[in-house]
């Protein structure tokens, strides 16, 4: 199957800092990157959807600002979460539907501590 | 973005017990995916459901999509420990996944 590959799995970082997290698709090509946020024994709520070249859709209430994602090729996205807050500590998880586009492929998640 | 209810949100078995999850949706869905995230795993698709009251099984899982594609449900047989985890249904709406709140179920030894 296809593999999405998510670094880091965790960090740590004082507020007012901004985080990278990236997912890299391993053996093909990623024209959709679904970005998850994930609280303590809740649901995926999806924070926006990512396609390679083009402008990021966001989700309602989710500020394109504070999490800047860029899908600048076929095998990378990435998620910033600028000027973190602890309010901001959660799971972030990604995934792409692969390349016969029918399920779901996830990263390993990204577990944020904003201090 | 849409919402999918599921219940119960948690469910404690005994193992040999059985277990069921049902995913409800108040708009018609085109399909259903279902997922299963262990304890600090992340989600690792199941199944997939399209047609008006489909039936699959894998091995002591049996999925069901509803008549109506309104609503689906999973059920386990004879529970394991190794089925501990939440289990999620999944709607793809336009190209976007929604996934449900989730049952977490927990097997007693």
């Known amino acids: 199957g296809a593999v999405v590959s998510q670094h880091p799995s965790w960090v740590i970082c004082k507020s007012g800092t901004s985080v990278k997290i990236e997912c890299r698709s391993l053996?093909?090509?990623?024209?959709?990157m679904f970005w998850y946020r994930q609280f303590p024994k809740q649901s995926l709520m999806l924070m926006a959807t990512s396609n390679e070249g083009s402008k990021a859709t966001y989700e309602q209430g989710v500020e394109k600002d504070k999490f800047l994602i860029n899908h600048a090729s076929l095998t990378l996205s990435t998620l910033t979460v600028t000027s973190a807050h602890p309010e901001d500590s959660s799971f972030y998880i990604c995934?792409?539907?692969?390349?016969?586009?029918?399920?779901?492929?996830f990263g390993s998640g990204t577990q944020l501590s904003v201090l | 973005g849409q919402q999918v209810m599921q219940i119960p949100q948690y469910q404690h078995v005994q193992e040999g017990e059985d277990f069921t999850t049902y995913c409800n949706s108040s708009?018609?869905?085109?399909?259903i995916q279902w997922y299963k995230q262990r304890p600090g795993g992340h989600p690792v698709f199941l199944i997939q459901l399209v047609k008006s009251g489909e039936v699959k099984k894998q091995k002591r899982l049996t999925f069901q999509f509803g008549e109506a594609k309104k609503n689906s449900s999973l059920h386990i047989t004879a529970t394991q420990t190794t089925d501990v985890g939440t289990y999620f249904c999944a709607d793809l709406t336009g190209n976007q996944f929604y996934f449900g709140t989730g049952t977490s179920l927990t097997v007693i030894p």
């Open positions: 708009t018609t869905l085109s399909n």
């Open positions: 053996d093909f090509q990623a024209t959709t």
């Open positions: 995934s792409s539907p692969g390349p016969t586009n029918e399920k779901l492929f």
